[in-house]
């Protein structure tokens, strides 16, 4: 669609940037050309309730598709690790029938990723550097899918 299309070159160029790009502790906002995608970028994110420090690469807010990026993660990843959190966020709020689900996410930002032709290691390295940061009930669910999705060639 157009608007996976503006999106993909949105965070496309957000992710081969983001290593020279300006954050702040307070966010810097990035938009994609059309103004229909936003990016704010932070130090790391922080919890809005009492200002401590989350361990995800990236957020997206259920009420507006407001992305938040961590550059601290974000330094540490290849820019195709990049795109596929990215695109995980997308999925989300602009794809999923259920926008809380994280395993309905994991599978569309994949097809969606591996549509466009990125490394296959590169997202499974991102996903598991995530599970490995949060070893909970849910990351072991979501990793147990991912091995499905990869050994059934759910994605190519």
């Known amino acids: 669609s157009k ?3 503006s999106f993909v070159k949105f965070a496309q160029e957000f992710s081969e940037e983001a290593s020279y790009l300006k954050y ?3 966010g810097v ?3 994609s050309d059309n103004g229909k995608f936003q990016i704010d ?3 790391q994110i922080r919890s809005k309730a009492n200002g401590q420090v989350i361990s995800t690469p990236a957020r997206i807010s259920q009420k507006t598709g407001l992305i938040e ?3 601290k993660d974000f330094l ?3 820019i195709p690790m990049r795109l596929a959190i990215l695109l995980h966020e997308f999925a989300h709020f602009f794809v999923n029938k259920n926008m809380e689900d994280e395993v309905e996410a994991d599978k569309n930002s994949l097809i969606l990723y591996m549509g466009l032709g990125y490394p296959r290691i590169d997202a499974y390295n991102v996903y598991l550097d ?3 940061n949060t070893p909970t009930e849910l990351n072991k669910e979501r ?3 991912l091995q499905k999705m990869f050994s059934q060639n759910y994605i190519a």
């Open 130 to 132: 995530v599970f490995e």
């Open 76 to 78: 540490r990843y290849t």
């Open 3 to 5: 608007k996976t299309k």
């Open 24 to 26: 702040d502790p307070k």
């Open 41 to 43: 970028y932070y130090d």
């Open 29 to 31: 906002s990035y938009f």
């Open 69 to 71: 990026v961590s550059k």
């Open 143 to 145: 990793y147990e899918a």
